[in-house]
């Protein structure tokens, strides 16, 4: 079945390191890649995807590359803020037929100091 | 602005208690889906629906159910509250697109059966 792997947590950064967050996954088929995020106290929200091989998902300052030859999904960014301490989840959907259902990662928590 | 509701954000019910949790999203998506989130195990789907008046049973059904009744509305039923059911539960809706689709998740109802 399908699975995501992402690295355990928590991380602990000082402002403006830059962050890398492990993200590997099985899955047959051709999946869709996603990253989460959820701040304290509130619901997941998407921060990028991508939907094929090769694709670069970015926002805010974060990327991930679907690299299908490591089926990684590593999440990036170069300069991280206190705002960005979060909870983050990859995630993936089996693409085709009537698979809708995400598979989560079990989330790694960030922890931004100033 | 899309929107997922959640009915409360905490609730407190007593073991053995029948347990509503709502969601409604007014998105028009035709699919919804419930999750529960735990500390270390991340986020398991409970049940989803594609359509009014259907639904599949996702991970972890035992001990609930689900109704949907219109498209914008997803109930979760706990029939008789365990404590093992304390959790935090997370709605969410989707469009109809199969693997390529984010999801949209509401706050959370963060419940506790004493």
């Known amino acids: 079945g399908n699975s995501v792997t992402q690295m355990e947590g928590p991380v602990t950064l000082s402002e403006e390191a830059f962050l890398t967050i492990n993200c590997t996954y099985t899955a047959t088929g051709y999946p869709s890649l996603f990253w989460y995020v959820q701040y304290p106290g509130e619901g997941l929200q998407l921060l990028l995807k991508a939907t094929k091989a090769d694709d670069k998902g970015s926002n805010k300052g974060f990327e991930a590359t679907y690299r299908k030859e490591t089926t990684s999904f590593h999440l990036e960014k170069g300069s991280v803020q206190v705002s960005d301490s979060a909870v983050y989840f990859c995630?993936?959907?089996?693409?085709?037929?009537?698979?809708?259902?995400?598979?989560f990662g079990k989330g790694t928590l960030l922890t931004v100091n100033p | 602005d899309v929107k997922v509701t959640q009915s409360s954000r905490y609730l407190v019910k007593r073991t053995g208690e029948k347990v509503f949790l709502e969601c409604v999203q007014d998105?028009?998506?035709?699919?919804m889906f419930w999750y529960r989130q735990d500390p270390g195990l991340g986020l398991r789907l409970i049940y989803f629906?594609?359509?009014?008046?259907?639904?599949e049973k996702g991970d972890i059904p035992e001990g609930y159910s689900v109704s949907r009744e219109k498209k914008e509305r997803f109930s979760l039923i706990l029939e008789s509250a365990s404590t093992n059911q304390t959790s935090m539960y997370l709605c969410a809706s989707s469009p109809q697109g199969g693997g390529r689709t984010e999801q949209y998740f509401g706050p959370g109802t963060r419940l506790t059966v004493t």
């Open positions: 998105m028009d998506h035709e699919n």
């Open positions: 629906s594609y359509d009014v008046k259907m639904k």
């Open positions: 995630a993936l959907i089996r693409g085709g037929g009537s698979n809708y259902k995400l598979t």
